[in-house]
């Protein structure tokens, strides 16, 4: 007796989480910037990649994202050399995100 119903012959594919690129733009923002990447990293059921555009701050903020940089696998860190402004410092973030997604 032929049917036409499909028989599965390989497990199906596992459930994949999307990726979640969050550009975060800083200038003087060493105070806030751990409480934004823990919170982006600590997302559930995602995987997020984090992507710090440093624009040339005058407080630690460089310092304070390197140290995230190093304590999480899903952050990178963009130091900009002098300050470009807002824009061209996300658009930055933008050009070294990899996710699916974009959240700023």
Do not use: K
Request: aromatic share 4%; glycine share 4%; hydrophobic share 45%.
């Amino acid at each position: 007796m032929r049917t036409n119903h499909a028989v599965r012959v390989r497990p199906a594919p596992a459930a994949r989480s999307a990726t979640v690129s969050v550009v975060i733009t800083c200038y003087n923002y060493a105070d806030y910037l751990p409480a934004a990447v823990e919170s982006a990293v600590g997302q559930a059921d995602v995987e997020v990649e984090v992507v710090i555009v440093d624009d040339a701050s005058s407080d630690r903020s460089l310092e304070v994202a390197r140290a995230l940089e190093r304590r999480h696998a899903a952050v990178t860190v963009i130091a900009n050399p002098r300050n470009l402004g807002a824009p061209e410092a996300f658009n930055a973030g933008l050009a070294a995100a990899t996710g699916e997604y974009l959240v700023r």
